[in-house]
């Protein structure tokens, strides 16, 4: 099992340009996530799918736009870059249901906007 | 904001030495996870404690959980370089993950 697969793993963007970011799980988990880390930061938030179909905000989801394309794939959007989106990107999942199971991360990706 | 705050924010041990980190949070819990990350990568669940438990073991950890204080900490025994990472404490609110601050953790050969 390949478990949680992030695309692409560098990416930099000008600003107001638009990209996707993908990710995968083939652990036949229900709920995916994604976060943003900063710099000496812990990890926020931005959108969640806690089951196929459903999608909530999370933290800070404001220049994000996700899909929840099926159960194994949960992508984020920027349609407009800014500057302040340069971080790192960790997408999630977890069997889900109960509350009570440990997250899969992927490896990330390292988003740079000038 | 953030749920959870470790402390604190950055330690430095020997090799052998225990290290302890805190982590306090906010609201009411179903449990609470501690994670690692080793620089650059994804984390990596570690242990989890549900909210009727007060103290769980595993291998060279060991976690507490005080839910009248709202705090946990993570102990690590006899420390070893390997151990240099940072540690994230993550509160459950059913159906995601909050995450803390964290705290990275140097230990020294």
């Known amino acids: 099992n390949a478990g949680v697969t992030q695309t692409p793993k560098f990416q930099v963007l000008k600003t107001g340009q638009s990209m996707t970011l993908q990710c995968a799980q083939d652990?036949?988990?229900?709920?995916m996530y994604w976060y943003r880390q900063d710099p000496g930061m812990g990890l926020r938030l931005i959108y969640y799918?806690?089951?196929?179909?459903?999608?909530d905000k999370g933290e800070v989801p404001n220049g994000y736009n996700v899909s929840r394309l099926n159960k194994r794939e949960f992508s984020l959007r920027l349609e407009s870059a800014a500057p302040s989106q340069t971080s790192v990107y960790f997408c999630?999942?977890?069997?889900?249901?109960?509350?009570?199971?440990?997250?899969?991360f992927g490896p990330g990706t390292r988003l740079t906007v000038t | 904001s953030q749920q959870g705050e470790e402390d604190p924010q950055a330690l430095s041990i020997q090799e052998g030495e225990n290290a302890t980190m805190n982590c306090s949070y906010k609201?009411?819990?179903?449990?609470l996870q501690w994670y690692r990350q080793n620089s650059g990568r994804g984390l990596v669940h570690l242990i989890l404690?549900?909210?009727?438990?007060r103290e769980k073991h595993s291998g060279r950890l060991r976690v507490t959980l005080d839910t009248s204080k709202k705090s946990s900490s993570l102990l690590i025994t006899a420390s070893r370089a390997a151990d240099t990472a940072s540690y994230f404490c993550?509160?459950?609110?059913?159906?995601?993950?909050?995450f803390g601050t964290g705290t990275r953790l140097q230990v020294f050969p």
């Open positions: 652990m036949n988990h229900n709920s």
């Open positions: 993550a509160t459950d609110d059913t159906d995601k993950l909050i």
């Open positions: 799918s806690a089951s196929e179909g459903t999608t």
């Open positions: 609201t009411s819990i179903n449990n």
């Open positions: 999630a999942s977890r069997m889900g249901g109960a509350g009570s199971y440990e997250q899969y």
């Open positions: 404690i549900r909210s009727n438990e």
